[in-house]
């Protein structure tokens, strides 16, 4: 896996301030996205055990609320695999942290994957210019979904976070 930044402290990415780990390749190349130079999934640097331990870090430290995976595309080819197991290492260590994803693919296509049982939220679906609004919360388009995970499992649908 290969990322671009990690951001530390971060407000805008998900509740509380969080760590947000900012990864390399997303094949949805949304027009207008907010973040092209993510796009190329050879891009950015080698994520490493120093970064991990960055990472845990940040974690480790008792008002930092979670951490939030970024893009890029987490669930992209090159990403998934590293992306899972990060986040069962993050879920085992730090009960008590929240993680957060966001995924151009949709819930529908991907709730059967392993990182799901991870995740408390996902926010879904490809960034649509012609749906873009300046006030939604955690979104920049109102095709995207901000999904509370647990429950959504639990009841067998695609439940929103409040």
Same mark, same amino acid.
């Given at each position: 896996? &290969? @990322?671009? #930044? $990690?951001?530390?402290? %971060?407000?805008? #990415?998900?509740?509380?301030? &969080? +760590?947000?780990?900012?990864?390399?390749?997303?094949?949805?190349?949304?027009?207008?996205?907010? #973040?092209?130079?993510?796009?190329?999934?050879?891009?950015?640097?080698? /994520?490493? *055990?120093? =970064?991990?331990? *960055?990472? /845990?870090? =940040?974690?480790?430290?008792? /008002? $930092?609320?979670?951490?939030?995976?970024?893009?890029?595309?987490?669930?992209?080819?090159? #990403?998934?695999? %590293?992306?899972?197991?990060?986040?069962? *290492? $993050?879920?085992?260590?730090?009960?008590?942290?929240?993680? !957060?994803?966001?995924?151009?693919?949709?819930? =529908? *296509? $991907?709730?059967?994957?392993?990182?799901?049982? @991870?995740?408390?939220?996902?926010?879904?679906? =490809? /960034?649509?210019?012609?749906?873009?609004?300046?006030?939604?919360? !955690?979104?920049?388009?109102?095709?995207?979904? +901000?999904?509370?995970?647990?429950?959504?499992?639990?009841?067998?649908?695609?439940?929103?976070?409040?």
């Amino acid at each position: 896996m &290969r @990322y671009h #930044n $990690i951001t530390k402290d %971060d407000m805008l #990415n998900g509740y509380g301030l &969080r +760590v947000v780990l900012w990864v390399s390749g997303c094949s949805h190349c949304c027009p207008q996205c907010h #973040n092209p130079v993510t796009w190329d999934p050879y891009g950015g640097l080698p /994520f490493t *055990e120093a =970064e991990r331990q *960055e990472i /845990f870090r =940040e974690l480790d430290k008792d /008002f $930092i609320s979670g951490i939030t995976f970024s893009g890029g595309d987490p669930l992209h080819v090159f #990403n998934i695999a %590293d992306v899972t197991a990060l986040a069962r *290492e $993050i879920r085992q260590k730090y009960p008590g942290k929240t993680i !957060w994803l966001y995924t151009g693919y949709l819930w =529908e *296509e $991907i709730q059967s994957q392993e990182i799901v049982q @991870y995740l408390d939220v996902l926010i879904d679906g =490809e /960034f649509q210019v012609d749906k873009m609004e300046q006030n939604l919360k !955690w979104v920049g388009s109102s095709n995207q979904r +901000v999904i509370h995970v647990p429950k959504s499992i639990l009841q067998g649908r695609v439940v929103l976070l409040d």
